[in-house]
């Protein structure tokens, strides 16, 4: 019954692969996040997204893309992987911007080789 | 954008002991969490908190808003507690974005028997 769950754990590959990492929450909240946090455990958003908007912070390059299938669901789509995008990378949930109490998932590590 | 500052940067106890972290803000904010990220890497809730005082059981926390601080208390600390504390903020401001985290660098916390 985990509340926020992200697959896979781990995710090691090359350079210029595209992959993608699913987040799934069971909350009914109405609004997801990712962040990135890098190797020195920074914390970055990287967006935000509800049924409504789309909210994607300005450094992101657009090799990202979130897609979000159901109200459920935010996966991350990367393109042409470089080796800088190696980060742990968490999905969050919050039930609405007026209750932003956000539950993080376990994180994806992601290695560019 | 806002600033978040967590002091100390580094800290070493021993099991038993108390203390006290810190976390500045830079503007007035809608949302204020603290967050333990264990050993494996889990981000883990602790409080949410954007005014007054919170307790759960060893930890609690006082935010004062109108002087843009947040202090966390650890008391009889055990091995378990170790880890890295993360400040988060949701800063006032309407627009786009209002309801992302913005992290603070974190306290490195470290219990020793």
């Known amino acids: 019954d985990t509340a926020v769950s992200q697959t896979p754990k781990y995710l090691v590959t090359q350079m210029g692969n595209d992959k993608s990492i699913k987040c799934e929450q069971n909350l009914g909240h109405d609004t997801m996040y990712w962040y990135k946090q890098d190797s020195k455990k920074f914390l970055k958003i990287m967006f935000s997204?509800?049924?409504?908007?789309?909210?994607i912070n300005e450094t992101v390059p657009n090799r990202f893309s979130p897609k979000s299938p159901d109200k459920a669901h935010l996966n991350l789509h990367i393109n042409s992987l470089e080796l800088g995008d190696s980060a742990v990378y968490f999905c969050a949930s919050s039930q609405d911007p007026s209750d932003n109490e956000q539950y993080f998932g376990p994180g994806t590590r992601l290695t560019v080789t | 954008g806002i600033q978040v500052e967590q002091s100390p940067p580094d800290l070493i106890l021993q099991e038993g002991a108390n203390s006290t972290l810190r976390c500045n803000f830079s503007d007035s904010v809608n949302n204020l969490q603290w967050f333990h990220q264990n050993p494996w890497g889990q981000l883990i809730n602790l409080f949410y908190?954007?005014?007054g005082t919170k307790q759960n059981g060893r930890l609690s926390a006082t935010t004062v808003a109108t002087e843009r601080y947040s202090l966390l208390y650890i008391s009889s600390s055990q091995t378990t507690d170790s880890g890295v504390y993360f400040c988060?903020?949701?800063?006032?401001?309407?627009?786009?974005?209002?309801?992302?985290?913005?992290f603070g660098k974190g306290t490195k916390l470290s219990v020793i028997p």
């Open positions: 997204y509800n049924n409504k908007e789309l909210i």
């Open positions: 988060a903020v949701e800063p006032r401001y309407s627009g786009a974005g209002s309801y992302q985290l913005t």
């Open positions: 908190i954007p005014s």
